[in-house]
C-alpha cells in the first residue's frame, strides 16, 4: 500500500478542546506520527486595525488595550509610546516607573498563566490549579494597583492614569516575595519531575538558525539561543535604569521554553524590586494635545509574548490615519510548521501552547475582491498586461530581459 | 441457593444495583481527593449520581456513519462484563458468590471486556478522535495487561491455586505472606491506572489532542453505560486487587468485614488518585516503554521471588 494512502487527516480546530480561541490545524498524521501541517487563520479577526481610524487617539488607547485580554498593558503601552513619539511628548519619569512596574506585572501573570496551560496541555493538570492559584496573589495586586485584574485601562497620551501610593508598596513587595518563592519551588519541580521533562524535552525542536531566519520572537527565540530582548536592546519606558539579565537557554526544545520563563520570571521579580525602591516623585502625565500632529512612529515593546510592534500615522486631526499592530505570535506562527515537523500527534498541543500563542491578537484578514469583469490571465496574457500598465504610466519595461526568457 | 435468591444477589445487593452505588461513591473518593490534593474544593457527594442521571435524561445522538448495532451494544458489553466480574470476587467474606477453580482467569477475561468495547465502539463510530482513541486504546492494552496478568499470577503460585477466594484463604492462613507481594501489588496498582485509562496513561482519552477519543461521539444513555462501567471498574478492579494482595480481616463479623474491605478499596483509590496527581500524561510509545520496559521486568521479578519463597516454606 503506498504511504498516501495510510494518512490521516486529523482537523484540531476551529473548534477543539486543547485550542482556547479558534484556530485551524489540519494535521496529515502517519500512526502517530506527524507528516504535515496546514495552519488557518481568521476564524477571530475584529477589525480592531481598522476601528482604530475611526476614533480618536483617547479612545484607541482601550481599544488597542483590548487587543489582548492577557498582555493588554503591553498593546496600550506600545501604542501611546508610538502616539508620544510622533507629538513629541517627554513621559514623566514617574510614569515611566508605573508603566514598567505593571508591565512586569503583567509579565509574571504572563507567564505563570502559561506554565499552567502547559501543564494542561501535556496531562499535569496538577501544575495548572497550582500556577494558576498562585496567580491570583498578583491579579488581586494589579487589581488593587489599578482597579482591574485585565485592562488595566492605566495608559494615557502623555502618562499613566493613576498614581502607586507609598501604602500600596507593602502589599507589592509581600507578593513578589510570596511568588519568588513559589516560583523557586516550580524551577526545582521542572528540574526533577521526572514525567513532565520526558514530555518537555526534545520535542518542539527549532535550532538558532531556524529561529533567526523564521523571525522567532521572545522566549521562544531565547531558548534557541537568540539572545534578544527588546527592554535591553531598544529600552523604553523605564527599563534603561533597571539592571536585569536576558535569560537564554540552548536548548532549543519546549523544555528550553518552560526554563526560559521561569528564569525570566525570577528577573523580573528583581525588577519589580528595584522600581519599587528607585521610583521617582514628580508628576505622572503630561498635557496631550487631542490633535496629534502629522508624522508616522514606530513603536516596540518586549511583552511577555515577545517583540510587540505598533505602528501609528498622523495626519493632524484628533483620530489616526493607519494603526498597524504586529502582535508577538504573528512573528511566532512560522516557527511552529518548523517545530511540528516529523513530531507526534500528541506534542502538537504543547509544543503550539509553547510559543504562548494568542490567536485573536494577531489574527487578520485577506480579503480578494472580484470586481463585476473578472477574467482568468495565461502567463504570456499577465505579461503583456502588465507590459502595458507601465507604458501608460511612461514606463517600458518591454526592453528589460528576465533570466532565461527569449521570447519577451 | 434457589433461583431467586440468585437474581436478588446478582441484580441487588451484592451485585448490579450495589456495585453501581459503590462504584458512584468511588468516583466522588477520586474526584474530591483529586480536588484536593490540587488545592481545589471538589465535588459535593452527589455529583457523580447527579451527571449520570443527567446523562441518563440527554439527547442521544448516533453518527450516521457509525455502524448502529455495535455502537449501540458496546456500552452495554462494558458494564455487563465489569458487573458478571464482580460476582466472582470475594468482598468481605473469604469466598465470593460463585466461586470456582480459575475464578481468577474468568474475571481477569471480564475485565478486559471494557476495554474491548472502548475500542470496537470507538472504532465503529467512524470519527477520526474515536478512531485514534480506538487504537491506542487497544495498543495499551497489551502494555498493562500482561504485566498485571504476571503480578496476579506471582500470589497464586505460593497458593497453588487458580481461584481467588482459595488465595485469599491460604493467605489468612499464613498471616505475613502478603508482605512478599508488595512488589506485585505497586505493578497491579499501575496496571489498573491503565485499565481504567487514568493520568499518566489516559492517551486514549486525551483531551488537548483527540477530544475525548473512543467516547467522542457518544452522548446521553450510552455515555451514562460506559462511564458506569469505568466506574464499577474501578470498583472491581480495587476489590480484586485488595482480595489478592490484601488478604486480611476476612474471618470477622460480616459488617466488621464490610468496613475492613471499604477501608482496603479506599486505599487502593486513594493510592490512584494521588498517582493521577502526580505525573503527567506521557505519550503513547512512552507509555508502551515503560510498562515493557519497567514494570513486566519488575512483575517477572515477583514471580521469581514467589518461586523462590515456595521453595523455602
Not at chain 1, 194 to 216: C, F, H, P, Y
Not at chain 1, 309 to 321: I, Q, S
Not at chain 2, 46 to 64: R, S, T, W, Y
Request: glycine share 8%; charged share 20%.
Amino acid at each position: 500500500m503506498p504511504d498516501k494512502e495510510r494518512i490521516v487527516r486529523v482537523p484540531i480546530g476551529p473548534q477543539h478542546p486543547a485550542l482556547k480561541e479558534p484556530e485551524s490545524f489540519m494535521v496529515d498524521l502517519q500512526g502517530e506520527k506527524i507528516s504535515a501541517v496546514t495552519l488557518r487563520l481568521g476564524y477571530n479577526h475584529r477589525g480592531i486595525e481598522k476601528g482604530c481610524e475611526g476614533r480618536t487617539y483617547v479612545q484607541d488607547v482601550y481599544l488597542v488595550e483590548r487587543v489582548c485580554g492577557i498582555c493588554s498593558q503591553s498593546h496600550s503601552t506600545a501604542f501611546v509610546q508610538a502616539v508620544e513619539e510622533i507629538a513629541g511628548l517627554e513621559l514623566p519619569r514617574r510614569a515611566a516607573y508605573i508603566r514598567t512596574l505593571i508591565a512586569e506585572l503583567e509579565r509574571v501573570h504572563s507567564h505563570l498563566l502559561w506554565l499552567g496551560v502547559a501543564g494542561h496541555e501535556i496531562g499535569f493538570d496538577t501544575l495548572l490549579m497550582y500556577t494558576w492559584r498562585d496567580r491570583e496573589l498578583v491579579m488581586d495586586l494589579l487589581a488593587e494597583l489599578t482597579g482591574n485584574r485585565v485592562h488595566y485601562g492605566l495608559n494615557t497620551v502623555g502618562g499613566v492614569r493613576r498614581d502607586i501610593s507609598p501604602e500600596q508598596v507593602p502589599s507589592i513587595l509581600k507578593v513578589v516575595d510570596a511568588l519568588e518563592d513559589r516560583t523557586k519551588y516550580y524551577i526545582e519541580l521542572a528540574m526533577t519531575e521526572e514525567t513532565l521533562a520526558q514530555r518537555l524535552s526534545g520535542i518542539g525542536k527549532l535550532s538558532k538558525e531556524d529561529a533567526v531566519l523564521l523571525g522567532a520572537v521572545g522566549p521562544t527565540a531565547r531558548a534557541s539561543g537568540v539572545d534578544r530582548d527588546t527592554r535591553r536592546d531598544d529600552p523604553y519606558a523605564a527599563y534603561g535604569e533597571l539592571e536585569f539579565q536576558v535569560v537564554t537557554d540552548d536548548r532549543c526544545d519546549v523544555f528550553g521554553r518552560t526554563v526560559v520563563r521561569l528564569g525570566e520570571l525570577m528577573q523580573t521579580y528583581s525588577m519589580i524590586r528595584q522600581l519599587v525602591k528607585q521610583m521617582p516623585d514628580g508628576p505622572i502625565t503630561v498635557k496631550a494635545p487631542l490633535r496629534i500632529p502629522a508624522g508616522e512612529a514606530v513603536s516596540r515593546y518586549e511583552a511577555p509574548r515577545g517583540e510587540d510592534v505598533h505602528y501609528v500615522k498622523a495626519n493632524g486631526t484628533d483620530k489616526p490615519e493607519r494603526v498597524k499592530i504586529r502582535a508577538p505570535t504573528l512573528a511566532n506562527t512560522q516557527s511552529v510548521a518548523k517545530m511540528l515537523e516529523n513530531g507526534y500527534l500528541a506534542d502538537l498541543p504543547i509544543v503550539v501552547a509553547a510559543i504562548d500563542p494568542c490567536f485573536s491578537c494577531t489574527d487578520r484578514m485577506i480579503a480578494v475582491k472580484t470586481p463585476e469583469d473578472a477574467r482568468t490571465m495565461g502567463w504570456e496574457e499577465l505579461v503583456q498586461y502588465g507590459v502595458r500598465w507601465y507604458r501608460e504610466r511612461g514606463v517600458d519595461v518591454s526592453k528589460i530581459k528576465m533570466r532565461g526568457d527569449s521570447t519577451a | 441457593m434457589t433461583v431467586g435468591t440468585a437474581v436478588v444477589n446478582i441484580l441487588v445487593f451484592p451485585g448490579f444495583l450495589f456495585l453501581v452505588a459503590l462504584g458512584l461513591a468511588g468516583e466522588f473518593v477520586d474526584r474530591k481527593l483529586y480536588a484536593r490534593f490540587q488545592n481545589r474544593q471538589g465535588p459535593p457527594w452527589f455529583q457523580p449520581a447527579a451527571d449520570i442521571l443527567k446523562l441518563f435524561g440527554k439527547e442521544n445522538v448516533i453518527p450516521e456513519e457509525a455502524d448502529r448495532t455495535t455502537f449501540n451494544l458496546a456500552p452495554v458489553f462494558a458494564l455487563a462484563a465489569v458487573v458478571a466480574a464482580s460476582l466472582y470476587i470475594p468482598l468481605w467474606s473469604a469466598t465470593s458468590l460463585f466461586p470456582f477453580d480459575g475464578d481468577l482467569i474468568v474475571v481477569l477475561y471480564l475485565l478486559l471486556i471494557p476495554t474491548l468495547s472502548f475500542f470496537l465502539g470507538g472504532w465503529y463510530s467512524r470519527s477520526v478522535f474515536a478512531t485514534l482513541g480506538a487504537v491506542r486504546a487497544i495498543t495499551q492494552v497489551f502494555a498493562y495487561e500482561i504485566p498485571l496478568f504476571v503480578a496476579l499470577l506471582a500470589p497464586s503460585l505460593l497458593a497453588n491455586s487458580w481461584s481467588i477466594s482459595k488465595i485469599a484463604a491460604y493467605y489468612a492462613a499464613h498471616p505475613w505472606l502478603w508482605l512478599v507481594n508488595l512488589i506485585g501489588f505497586g505493578v497491579a496498582l499501575v496496571s489498573l491506572l491503565g485499565k481504567l485509562e487514568r493520568v499518566p496513561f489516559d492517551t486514549p482519552e486525551a483531551e488537548t489532542e483527540i477530544v475525548a477519543g473512543s467516547f467522542t461521539e457518544y452522548s446521553g444513555r450510552r455515555l451514562a453505560f460506559f462511564r458506569l462501567a469505568i466506574n464499577c471498574e474501578a470498583i472491581v478492579g480495587a476489590s480484586l486487587i485488595a482480595a489478592v494482595f490484601l488478604p486480611f480481616g476476612l474471618g470477622l463479623a460480616p459488617w466488621l468485614g464490610f468496613l475492613v474491605y471499604l477501608g482496603k478499596v479506599l486505599l487502593i483509590l486513594g493510592i490512584l488518585a494521588l498517582l493521577r496527581t502526580l505525573f503527567a500524561r506521557l505519550r503513547i510509545d512512552q507509555m508502551i516503554n515503560f510498562c515493557w520496559k519497567v514494570v513486566a521486568p519488575i512483575a517477572f521479578l515477583q514471580v521469581l521471588i514467589n518461586l523462590v519463597v515456595r521453595e523455602l516454606i
